[in-house]
């Protein structure tokens, strides 16, 4: 990059971020392109061209290499946006879509107005290697599963069957069922079963340990019936400042448990939830609130209020009802954060109580 930089109190630079080049555009505060080309996507060469330069704004979008570069470039006193990929459509819709232009768009639309680059803000390094620890699990119990799943596959397809079996102790009350056919097959992916669930295990192992020495707040979160200490520490590490939400309900959006809309005039159709955020952890609130709602939940508002949404009726008010428990929980976890109060599980029904007296 040219020394333009060092003249220019009001710039605006797009870098887009390859897995080996970042192709950069600066354009000054009249919109004129001043420089454009691309620098390699290391620290070194970041450092090098962005250490010493006079502070400008610096648009990126989210991925793989954003976290890293964005706080390397801020400590260089650079301003930041990370514009959200979800929301940023001007990039994708464009019928001459390359590196060189996807950094000009960057740095048009970040010029003009960030709050159209919906910007995201990246967890910080100590937690991004927490969270590692829980997403590496996630991959374990993934690739098992599938696993598990060719099996019972194989089995079938030639006349077999294996009985139900917890996946834990799959491995080894299935080698039973095996046709012989089928053994020498079938044997490595069994034994390679057996090293995930023991790989599993020791995971599990290092996520008690790092809760229970790192973070606190997963003992308060744990005493919602339902939550265990996987789901009180990842929703932990996502969140990682409840005091960014403007109110507790946002979570929600946050984590794409909220319906999407799509109103015109009088017709508001029932639309599907958003699935944005963190998928891993809108999964394990969904499982809570599996539990939550079984045979095994204790009395609380949010089972009382879950079952009274499941007996409305409909085609698939259940499932809703798992979906709408699971969305309030995450909004009762934030608050919890936020406040550190002990939960009262029928806070509701105290409140009912003495509005009756």
């Known amino acids: 990059m040219d020394d333009s930089i060092s003249s220019t109190t009001q710039a605006t630079i797009g870098l887009d971020l390859g897995d080996r080049y970042a192709h950069y555009c600066h354009i000054d505060e009249g919109g004129e392109i001043i420089d454009e080309g691309r620098v390699a996507t290391t620290a070194r060469a970041l450092t090098r061209e962005y250490e010493h330069a006079l502070a400008v704004r610096i648009v990126i979008e989210a991925g793989c290499h954003s976290p890293w570069v964005s706080r390397l470039l801020e400590g260089f006193g650079h301003e930041v946006i990370v514009a959200n990929p979800r929301q940023l459509r001007l990039i994708y819709r464009n ?53 598990i799943s060719h099996i019972r596959g194989l089995v079938k397809s030639i006349g077999g069957r294996i009985p139900r079996a917890h996946t834990a102790c799959f491995a080894t009350k299935a080698r ?10 079938v044997a490595p992916l069994l034994d390679q079963i057996n090293a ?122 259940k499932k809703r009802a798992r979906v709408a428990v699971a969305r309030r929980l995450s909004v009762v976890l934030l608050s919890m954060l936020k406040t550190g109060e002990a939960y009262d599980p029928l806070h509701g029904s105290h409140d009912d109580k003495v509005s009756a007296a």
């Open 176 to 185: 039973e069922y095996i046709p012989v056919e089928l053994l020498e097959t």
């Open 95 to 147: 019928d001459s879509k390359s590196d060189r232009v996807d950094a000009e768009y960057l740095a048009r639309v970040g010029r003009l107005d960030p709050q159209l680059l919906f910007p995201i803000r990246h967890r910080k390094a100590d937690t991004q290697a927490d969270r590692a620890l829980l997403r590496s699990r996630e991959l374990l119990i993934r690739t098992r599963t599938r696993m």
């Open 196 to 317: 995930i669930t023991q790989q599993i295990k020791a995971y599990n192992g290092r996520i008690e340990m790092l809760a229970g020495e790192k973070y606190p707040e997963v003992e308060l979160l744990t005493q919602v019936n339902g939550v265990g200490t996987l789901t009180a520490l990842a929703f932990i590490l996502a969140i990682e400042d409840p005091y960014r939400f403007r109110n507790s309900r946002a979570v929600a959006s946050y984590l794409g448990l909220r319906p999407r809309q799509d109103d015109s005039g009088s017709h508001q159709p029932q639309l599907r939830i958003t699935k944005a955020g963190d998928p891993m952890l809108r999964q394990l609130l969904v499982q809570c609130a599996n539990h939550i709602l079984g045979p095994l939940g204790k009395d609380s508002d949010l089972r009382i209020w879950g079952h009274t949404l499941a007996e409305r009726g409909g085609k698939n008010a």
